[in-house]
């Protein structure tokens, strides 16, 4: 029972924390706001109300009963009520109207009805409260004639109800507003930390950020200002680590090539150039893998451009990109075209031709590169982006590489809050799509 309360609850609260805390501030302001609305008006304005209404009537079937004993005497009559109660009385002899002039839903209307009918019966009166702005149109059939009266609205109705509804509501409103004030500066801390915490996760540096807030929150955010720059910090190690290895491993190599061109032996030199080449591109690899991991600034990217600096540099007319105009988001753009020029570069290396199609769908840039290459078993799709991971020389067609690129490619694209999935493409080679939020 309460789990499905609960889960009742999930889907009908709002998201935000702000929005939350305030209903919860809010909301049971409003609800008493209500039971002192609803209470005063059942037994203070209703009974008020009535009163002034009863009385009302009594007045006005005093006046029917003096003008049916004296007819004559409507002049004194007229005058006496004008200066005494501000009514306005006049005789007509017209047809009692069919259609009445009552607001259904108005109280006043109907506590007016309630007791004209009990006094003068059905069919015996008509009124008007819309008719005029401060007065009340009311109508009495007297015999043959019709006795017009025009009364203040002050005599029908207490004006009592909206000064109270003025007292009790501008309070409410007033610590509303209050709590708004306060809630916004309670969880503006948090949302900071939030978009802190999301720069962080995409690549962004976030040293400008500083703990504030309640002494929870600032103890959060104080342990995750440490974690951050604990983070940056090793991973800068690691990549001075790795450009020292890499700078000092280069240079024996360095001279086994000299050496080996020394050397006479052509076939065993050229074995021996084949394994030092490819030890220079594992190091390579593994130097690119780690400065990917360090961070690099976020800016504004424009894909157009991008890509066209991609074509530039791959240079080959196998390659056809199409790409829709005005895309713009926000990212580490040196990583982001290494990683698009990786994916594109292996489709060139393992197939003849590689078409890319960039494109807006749904708040969302997709970039779809497909190939007409042999392809990876479906099985595999998973495995390729681990690192070091690398298919079998019959299905990788013998090329070199130390199975670091699609983990890169991977790492980047999660890093930016897209995804990457790998299918079979409309060309029979393999179909890379890359999601990436606008």
């Given at each position: 029972m309460f789990s499905g309360f609960n889960k009742f609850l999930k889907?009908?609260?709002?998201?935000?924390?702000?929005?939350?805390?305030?209903?919860i501030v809010a909301a049971p302001t409003i609800l008493l706001q209500l039971i002192i609305?609803?209470?005063?008006?059942?037994?203070?304005?209703?009974?008020?109300?009535?009163?002034?209404?009863?009385?009302?009537?009594?007045?006005?079937k005093a006046v029917q009963d003096v003008y049916q004993n004296d007819k004559k005497n409507l002049d004194f009559l007229t005058d006496s009520y004008k200066n005494n109660f501000d009514f306005e009385i006049g005789i007509v002899k017209e047809n009692f109207p069919n259609s009445t002039g009552e607001r259904r839903f108005s109280p006043m209307d109907r506590s007016l009805r309630r007791e004209l009918k009990s006094t003068f019966g059905n069919n015996n009166y008509w009124?008007?409260?819309?008719?005029?702005?401060?007065?009340?149109?009311?109508?009495?059939?007297?015999?043959?004639?019709?006795?017009?009266?025009?009364?203040?609205?002050?005599?029908?109705?207490?004006?009592?109800?909206?000064?109270?509804?003025?007292?009790?509501?501008?309070?409410?409103?007033?610590?509303?507003?209050?709590?708004?004030?306060?809630?916004?500066?309670?969880?503006?801390p948090l949302v900071r930390l939030a978009k802190a915490a999301e720069r962080f996760g995409k690549g962004d540096?976030?040293?400008?950020?500083?703990?504030?807030?309640?002494?929870?929150?600032?103890?959060?955010?104080?342990?995750?200002?440490?974690?951050a720059k604990r983070?940056?910090?090793?991973?800068?190690?690691?990549?001075?680590?790795?450009?020292?290895?890499?700078?000092?491993?280069?240079?024996?190599?360095?001279?086994?090539?000299?050496?080996?061109?020394m050397i006479k032996q052509k076939d065993l030199t050229e074995k021996m150039s084949k394994d030092i080449d490819e030890m220079e591109k594992m190091l390579n690899d593994y130097l690119q893998f780690a400065k990917n991991q360090v961070m690099e600034n976020t800016d504004q990217i424009d894909l157009t451009s991008l890509f066209n600096e991609i074509k530039n540099v791959i240079n080959n007319k196998n390659l056809r990109i199409?790409?829709?105009?005005?895309?713009?988001?926000?990212?580490?753009?040196?990583?982001?075209?290494?990683?698009?020029?990786?994916?594109?570069?292996?489709?060139?290396?393992?197939?003849?031709s590689v078409n890319v199609k960039v494109q807006k769908s749904n708040n969302r840039v997709i970039v779809l590169i497909e190939d007409d290459g042999p392809g990876i078993p479906e099985d595999q799709y998973k495995n390729v982006f681990k690192p070091f991971f690398r298919l079998d020389k019959?299905?990788?067609?013998?090329?070199?590489?130390?199975?670091?690129?699609?983990?890169?490619?991977?790492?980047?694209?999660?890093?930016?809050?897209?995804?990457?999935?790998?299918?079979?493409?409309?060309?029979k080679g393999l179909s890379v799509k890359i999601s990436l939020p606008y």
């Open positions: 889907v009908i609260l709002p998201k935000r924390l702000f929005y939350r805390a305030l209903i609305t609803i209470v005063f008006y059942d037994s203070i304005w209703i009974k008020a109300n009535k009163n002034i209404t009863r009385s009302l009537v009594a007045q006005l009124f008007s409260t819309s008719k005029f702005k401060n007065a009340v149109e009311i109508k009495i059939r007297s015999e043959n004639e019709i006795i017009e009266f025009l009364v203040p609205k002050e005599m029908v109705s207490t004006s009592s109800v909206r000064l109270f509804v003025l007292w009790t509501t501008l309070p409410s409103v007033v610590l509303i507003i209050i709590a708004l004030i306060f809630l916004k500066n309670q969880t503006k540096y976030v040293n400008d950020f500083s703990p504030s807030g309640s002494q929870e929150i600032r103890k959060a955010a104080y342990e995750f200002d440490r974690m983070i940056n910090r090793h991973l800068n190690q690691r990549s001075e680590m790795l450009s020292g290895i890499s700078h000092d491993l280069r240079t024996p190599l360095t001279r086994l090539k000299l050496q080996l061109a199409e790409c829709e105009n005005d895309i713009n988001f926000k990212g580490r753009p040196g990583a982001l075209k290494r990683s698009f020029q990786n994916v594109i570069q292996n489709g060139l290396t393992y197939g003849k019959s299905r990788s067609l013998n090329k070199s590489g130390v199975g670091l690129g699609l983990a890169i490619v991977e790492d980047v694209i999660n890093s930016h809050g897209g995804n990457i999935q790998m299918g079979k493409s409309k060309m």
